[in-house]
């Protein structure tokens, strides 16, 4: 019912910033809690952040924390993860994925909507 579109990625430098962008076609957006997760080469896929329904709550990996701020528009029906002083092992594919399960969820077994994924590359 939710498809969900990742856009913003590309190449920076170590110590720069980027900001993803995941754009929801459902209308039902603001019913579900979101996230965000990163699978780097030959690894498992994290959690990094999350934001329930309302918005009023936010919820970090402690990898991030402090460099990584998500949000979300509902109105927009997008939610947005700001990542500042990045790092090369930030690294990796990045995916937004929903859930109508009530959070903060961490587990990605639990996320039952995801994008395809957009590449971020931390260069030195």
């Known amino acids: 019912q939710v498809q969900l579109v990742e856009s913003g990625g590309g190449l920076v430098q170590a110590g720069g910033s980027l900001r993803l962008s995941c754009a929801a076609s459902?209308?039902?957006?603001?019913?579900?809690?979101m996230g965000w997760f990163r699978q780097a080469p030959g690894k498992e896929r994290d959690f990094l952040a999350g934001?329930?329904?309302?918005?009023?709550?936010?919820y970090y990996a402690d990898s991030v924390k402090g460099r990584f701020t998500m949000s979300r528009d509902n109105a927009q029906n997008t939610v947005y993860l700001q990542m500042n002083s990045l790092k090369p092992e930030d690294t990796a594919v990045y995916y937004c994925a929903a859930t109508s399960y009530v959070g903060p969820l961490r587990q990605s077994r639990f996320f039952n909507y995801w994008g395809q994924g957009t590449q971020v590359t931390v260069s030195s």
């Open positions: 934001i329930t329904w309302s918005g009023g709550t936010t």
């Open positions: 459902g209308r039902t957006f603001s019913s579900y809690t």
